[in-house]
């Protein structure tokens, strides 16, 4: 499945989550912690804390278009359109991340349950 290889390793975006993943509990710095997708399947994915400065590869989404753009995969739920950015092409801070998404017209991914979207 398409979804599934795009989760493997992707940077979010969490803000007062209902639902987490933990691969362990992260532990709160005075530094921002951002959170980082790390998974040999989108079955099994665990998340991990990570300095937000650290760079990593991302994942975007955005409106979906029919069909999506190059590149693009439509999330299994059919809402929106996904792409993840690897490390050896595009790795980017959070920030970083976030502006490459803004400028496809999406954000980074939000997760909001078990499910990608």
Known sequence: M????????ARIILSRPRYTDWGYKPKLKSK???T??????????RWYGMECDKYQAFMCEKPLALP????????PSGE????????LDQPSSWLHA??????????LVTIHD????
């Open 2 to 9: 398409a979804s599934e290889s795009v989760l493997r390793s």
């Open 32 to 34: 921002e912690l951002c």
């Open 36 to 45: 980082v997708v790390h998974s040999k399947s989108a079955l099994s994915s």
């Open 68 to 75: 999506c753009y190059s590149g693009w995969i439509k999330s």
């Open 80 to 87: 929106i359109c996904v792409k993840k950015f690897g490390v």
């Open 98 to 107: 976030r502006n490459n998404c803004w400028g496809y017209g999406g954000d």
């Open 114 to 117: 078990g499910t990608l979207c």
